[in-house]
């Protein structure tokens, strides 16, 4: 049991879905990430939240669209994906998002897009 | 070039060998993580180092902050080590490197 739980656990969507990715973490932490891990590409961060508030967004496209609801809860909302978005999408909490910090991660979802 | 440049790329060792991964990085950092990735995607927290050395179990990991490196080790080596073991760095900004994947044959 990580703490943290990542639903779908796998995806596959055509280019003109609308799905949501969630991740919750029952740690009591306050910041919440969301990575992409393409076939034989580092992890890239694409998001991460301390406290509620997006402090980064590393250039990621408009069709990925993050909500922090509570520091609980994480989602990444997806919408007119390309079929090089099919990647690993990691959901990671630390206690901080600055400084310092392990970070604990769920399963993931593997997300296929057609 | 990358920030975190890890070595080597791929590595196989027979079961019972010490193995040595190696991260060096060119940015000043607040910590240094050693992250392993099974086949499967999951990932795992392996250590989190500002300096010195961890020890958990069989693992092993150093950082020397002057030098800009760090090194895990695995002593006893056995095939459920086999994943991929990636050095995540962050300071102002996170960076991370492309992994070794290590396959340990029984």
């Known amino acids: 049991e990580t703490g943290v739980t990542q639903t779908p656990r796998h995806l596959v969507m055509g280019m003109t879905n609308k799905k949501s990715l969630k991740c919750e973490q029952h740690?009591?932490?306050?910041?919440m990430y969301w990575y992409k891990q393409s076939a034989k590409k580092p992890l890239e961060l694409m998001f991460v939240?301390?406290?509620?508030?997006?402090?980064e967004n590393n250039s990621v496209p408009s069709r990925f669209s993050p909500e922090c609801p509570n520091s609980s809860h994480l989602f990444l909302h997806l919408h007119t994906l390309q079929p090089e978005d099919s990647a690993l999408y990691l959901c990671?909490?630390?206690?901080?998002?600055?400084?310092?910090?392990?970070?604990?991660f769920g399963p993931g979802t593997r997300l296929t897009v057609l | 070039k990358n920030e975190v440049e890890q070595s080597p790329q791929n590595l196989t060792a027979q079961e019972g060998e010490f193995i040595t991964i190696n991260c060096s990085y060119s940015?000043?950092?607040?910590?240094l993580h050693w992250l392993q990735q099974h086949p499967g995607g999951g990932i795992v927290s392996l250590f989190m180092?500002?300096?010195g050395k961890k020890k958990h179990g069989r693992l092993i990991a150093t950082i020397n902050i002057q030098e800009k490196h760090s090194s895990l080790h695995i002593t006893a080596s056995h095939p459920r080590d086999s994943a991929v073991y990636i050095c995540?760095?962050?300071?102002?900004?996170?960076?991370f490197g492309t992994g070794t994947s290590l396959t340990v044959i029984p």
């Open positions: 995540p760095i962050t300071g102002n900004q996170f960076y």
């Open positions: 939240y301390n406290f509620k508030e997006q402090t």
């Open positions: 990671a909490s630390s206690q901080e998002g600055r400084g310092p910090d392990t970070q604990y």
């Open positions: 940015v000043g950092i607040s910590a």
């Open positions: 740690l009591g932490h306050n910041a």
């Open positions: 180092l500002s300096s």
